[in-house]
């Protein structure tokens, strides 16, 4: 008597073969619950802050704004012409 091969069981239909399709169109899980679950395990979504940048921004270009005042405000540091000196 020779016996039948592995994958051929007793009383149940032979698979079509394709991976793609699903045997049934009914599922027990719930498609609601199921989205819900993953969504519970998904990490949260973290936003950018933009304050920060932009008050790091803002203080740079003040402080550049007041560099440039003070380049400009500020004597010379050499009250005397040099080349007075030379002609003497």
């Known amino acids: 008597m020779a016996e039948p091969a592995p994958s051929a069981a007793i009383g149940v239909a032979r698979d ?4 793609t ?7 027990a899980v719930d ?5 819900l679950a993953r969504a519970l395990v998904q990490r949260p979504v973290r936003r950018e802050r933009v304050w920060p940048v932009l008050a790091a921004a ?3 270009a003040v ?4 560099f440039a005042t003070a380049m400009i405000m500020a004597p010379p540091l050499v009250s005397e012409h ?3 000196d030379r002609a003497s």
């Open 16 to 19: 079509s073969g394709d991976r």
């Open 21 to 27: 399709r699903m045997t049934s169109p009914f599922s």
């Open 31 to 35: 498609p609601e619950a199921l989205a």
């Open 58 to 60: 803002g203080l740079l």
């Open 63 to 66: 402080s550049a704004l007041a």
């Open 82 to 84: 040099v080349a007075a």
